[in-house]
């Protein structure tokens, strides 16, 4: 069972950057697949980010080329460097896991069973 914590969510202008940090408590994540998704209000969860043990990575094509997915091994510690943020990227970001999955699966087919409670990100224009 996961207890996923997420961090580093907050409120900046168009352009700005934050880095969101996800861990499992008492867990180790280095063989799991971890995702990051995001739920803005009125709109279903979307698969955002997907990283696998491997180093595999997907992104969606909404934040290609502005967010970078990454792991800490020692850390047990998932991030995403979000570059150049858009009011369409206001979001709560939540991260999730699941064993040695295919990253597009994960990010695009979901299912997955825990979640974190989320950090809020905000991008004004």
């Known amino acids: 069972q996961f207890q996923f914590v997420e961090s580093g969510g907050g409120s900046v202008q168009t352009g700005g950057s934050l880095r969101l940090a996800c861990t499992a408590a008492?867990?180790?994540?280095?063989?799991?697949?971890v995702g990051w998704f995001r739920q803005a209000p009125g709109k279903v969860r979307e698969g955002v980010s997907c990283?696998?043990?491997?180093?595999?990575?997907y992104y969606a094509d909404s934040v290609k080329g502005r967010f970078t997915i990454s792991r800490n091994n020692a850390e047990s510690t998932v991030y995403l460097q979000m570059n150049n943020l858009e009011p369409d990227d206001t979001a709560t970001y939540y991260c999730?896991?699941?064993?040695?999955?295919?990253?597009?699966?994960?990010?695009?087919?979901?299912?997955?069973?825990?979640w974190g409670e989320g950090t809020q990100v905000t991008v004004s224009s």
């Open positions: 990283i696998h043990g491997d180093g595999t990575t």
């Open positions: 999730t896991a699941e064993y040695m999955r295919p990253v597009q699966q994960v990010c695009t087919k979901g299912g997955m069973t825990y």
């Open positions: 008492g867990k180790s994540l280095n063989s799991y697949t």
